[in-house]
């Protein structure tokens, strides 16, 4: 397949170039700042450019079978991350979403993966309360992108992991629609990059919210 991953310089991010060059498949690095890949790779290419622009995503999108997301601003919501950046106000989300929605209707690439966070599950009780104290604007980002997608016409999927932790990949999670697993409090970067990747292979959440964790 040939992958569009927005937010390849991340830690998630790069686990998605990472797993997606070593499954064989082609990836585009769509990036603000391409100096921060520095490897060369035969089936990496790495374009300079801004997610919030459409005309710039609509010039680079043609060819693609997929969008990989995994933005988020210095602050994102790490579910108990309590010790992140902080909660300042971002749009970064929201405003990639209305962006990559309309290049990818315009230019007809119709598989779109995102990252949001568990925050947004209401049934969990622990979750919701520590997302409104703490994390209210970046939730409320995570929120808006979500509606932009699940409002489109694309084959979408939305991932919704608990806390983000660094490590090797173990290829141990588990995967629930609609809900988080039950006491699903973290996942590896590597795990949920897996989990996207065979997702975008398999497509068997098409239009759905997922939640993952370990």
């Not at 568990?118 to 808006?144: K, S």
């Not at 509606?147 to 806390?163: E, Y």
Request: hydrophobic content about 40%.
């Amino acid at each position: 397949m040939r992958l569009f991953i927005l937010g390849a310089t991340g830690r998630t991010g790069t686990e998605l170039v990472d797993q997606g060059l070593a499954r064989g498949h082609a990836v585009t690095a769509f990036v603000r700042s391409p100096q921060k890949i520095a490897r060369l790779q035969e089936r990496l290419t790495v374009i300079e450019g801004n997610p919030r622009d459409a005309s710039q995503l609509r010039a680079a999108l043609p060819g693609h079978d997929a969008v990989l997301s995994a933005l988020g601003g210095p602050d994102r919501p790490r579910f108990l991350g309590l010790g992140s950046n902080g909660s300042g106000p971002t749009t970064i989300c929201g405003d990639c979403a209305h962006s990559t929605v309309r290049a990818m209707q315009e230019t007809g690439v119709r598989r779109l993966m995102v990252v949001s966070t568990a925050f947004l599950f209401t049934d969990f009780l622990l979750g919701t309360i520590v997302g409104n104290l703490f994390f209210r604007d970046t939730v409320g980002d995570a929120r808006e992108m979500e509606r932009t997608v699940g409002a489109s016409d694309l084959a979408w999927t939305i991932v919704r992991p608990p806390q983000l932790k660094t490590g090797g990949r173990t290829e141990r999670y588990r995967v629930n629609d609609g809900h988080l697993p039950p006491w699903g409090f973290s996942i590896l970067r590597a795990d949920l990059a897996h989990f996207m990747l065979q997702e975008v292979e398999d497509s068997r959440h098409l239009r759905a919210i997922v939640g993952v964790s370990r």
